[in-house]
């Protein structure tokens, strides 16, 4: 069984751009969710969607935004980019919110 | 708030030495807690879930235990190798928090040869 891929696996943007990241998760699981690791701040959590529907949102701006499609595929992303916004960001699906959660390999956003 | 902490930062032993790491969380109302291994620069590898019903799991050479009373649960590692070595990443998902995870800082492990 494939596991969690995302694309792009790098981003080179600059400043005020926007950006589109995509997590495609475990067939038949049905809750993604998305972090953003930082060395100063670890692993924080953005938000997570179950069945198209965001459950829970972290303590983000309004910048950053998710969705997600009826495959389960999912989607975020970042407007106006902030030089503060390069992390590794992380996406990680679940059968359900208190199921194991298994992680893709993360896309490196470096943002100049 | 929520918080999970993680003893020792670092981490230095030499190869097949038995060794233990420690998670700390602030809210005993978990569903669960889920331990996680962290290459340089990779994403996270899923270890060992541990339900709020189980005291411990048990996955090849890796054991871990959960007592929620004393918010702590301990990742041990026997006969340790080298291919150990990376950050371990302790994360509990608490039921006043929605249900999503809160992570540790993480505990980086060298195994030297």
């Known amino acids: 069984k494939a596991g969690v891929t995302q694309t792009p696996r790098y981003l080179i943007k600059t400043r005020g751009q926007q950006v589109t990241l995509s997590c495609s998760p475990i067939?038949?699981?049905?809750?993604v969710s998305w972090y953003q690791q930082t060395p100063g701040q670890g692993l924080q959590f953005l938000f997570e969607y179950f069945s198209e529907t965001q459950r829970n949102k972290g303590n983000f701006p309004g910048r950053f935004s998710g969705r997600q499609f009826s495959n389960s595929r999912s989607e975020m992303n970042v407007s106006t980019l902030e030089l503060g916004d390069s992390a590794l960001y992380l996406c990680a699906s679940s059968l359900n919110a208190v199921n194991e959660q298994f992680f893709g390999p993360g896309t490196r956003l470096t943002v100049l | 708030k929520q918080e999970v902490t993680q003893i020792p930062a670092a981490l230095s032993v030499p190869e097949g030495e038995n060794l233990v790491l420690n998670c700390s969380f602030t809210d005993s109302a978990i569903y669960n807690l889920q331990w996680f291994r962290q290459d340089p620069g990779k994403g996270l590898t899923s270890l060992l879930l541990?339900?709020?019903?189980?005291r411990e799991q048990t996955s090849g050479r890796l054991n871990a235990s959960l007592d929620k009373s004393s918010g702590r649960s301990t990742l041990y590692i026997a006969a340790s190798q080298p291919g150990d070595s990376a950050t371990y990443l302790c994360a509990v998902k608490f039921r006043d928090y929605g249900q999503n995870f809160v992570f540790g800082p993480g505990t980086r492990l060298s195994v030297l040869p």
């Open positions: 541990i339900q709020s019903s189980q």
């Open positions: 067939s038949g699981h049905r809750s």
